[in-house]
């Protein structure tokens, strides 16, 4: 069975520092990671994905992630933390091994200060 | 460009009652799936559909049921409704042929009173 832990209920840092949100995963098979961002009331926004290649992903708005497979992790990072990132972050994992279902964490709150 | 499409945005029903929750999916897209979200939970997968076929199940109740049509649009039934059923209910759509990520529709927020 596939799942997926974000161990920090909420993320505390203040605005233009840098911020990580942590995930660590388990899947039996090749694991396709994502980063999902959700706004009070909103659906689930699409932030970034690993699948294959570079270790360093790029997604949208400045956020990016790193695929560590010894660790099994796939934190979400960002250099420069703006008050309007402050929202609720998912991250999620795919084996394309065992279907198609996504398995989310338990959600980070990342809440950024000016 | 065109995004996942869920109907209605809000549904009020009493216990016992039945709901339809529908939704459309990205157009081309041959996976859709359904998540139920409680109020500060992550969403649970509960099923999904790849090209019209249930292809997972999770821990969707017995009560519950959905299906895909022919024009890939999927619907959620949910019978003898009870209060904690109250959530919102999002559905998602894929390509499994492309890069694989999911889009989320806006969701339904169902109360159960």
């Known amino acids: 069975a596939q799942s997926v832990a974000q161990p920090e209920d909420q993320v505390n840092v203040a605005e233009g520092n840098p911020l990580t949100v942590k995930c660590t995963y388990s899947?039996?098979?090749?694991?396709?990671l994502f980063w999902y961002v959700q706004y009070p009331n909103r659906g689930l926004q699409f932030l970034l994905k690993?699948?294959?290649?570079?270790?360093l992903v790029k997604g949208s708005y400045g956020f990016e992630a790193e695929f560590n497979k010894s660790q099994t992790s796939f934190h979400l990072k960002k250099p420069s933390a703006l008050v309007s990132d402050s929202a609720l972050y998912f991250c999620?994992?795919?084996?394309?091994?065992?279907?198609?279902?996504?398995?989310f964490g338990g959600g980070t709150r990342l809440m950024v200060k000016p | 460009a065109a995004g996942v499409i869920q109907s209605p945005r809000h549904l009020i029903k009493e216990k016992r009652e039945t709901a339809t929750l529908k939704c459309y999916p990205i157009?081309?897209?041959?996976?859709v799936y359904w998540y139920q979200q409680g109020p500060g939970q992550d969403p649970q997968f509960l099923i999904s559909?790849?090209?019209?076929?249930?292809?997972d199940k999770g821990s969707i109740p017995d009560r519950f049921s959905a299906q895909q049509f022919s024009d890939y649009h999927s619907e959620l039934n949910m019978s003898s409704l009870e209060l904690g059923d109250s959530a919102l209910y999002f559905c998602?759509?894929?390509?499994?042929?492309?890069?694989?990520?999911?889009?989320f529709g806006q969701g339904t927020r169902l109360t159960v009173v």
């Open positions: 559909f790849y090209e019209k076929m249930q292809s």
């Open positions: 998602a759509s894929s390509l499994i042929g492309g890069s694989g990520e999911a889009f």
């Open positions: 157009p081309r897209h041959d996976t």
């Open positions: 899947v039996s098979g090749n694991p396709y």
């Open positions: 690993y699948i294959t290649g570079d270790n």
């Open positions: 999620a994992v795919r084996d394309y091994n065992a279907g198609n279902m996504l398995t």
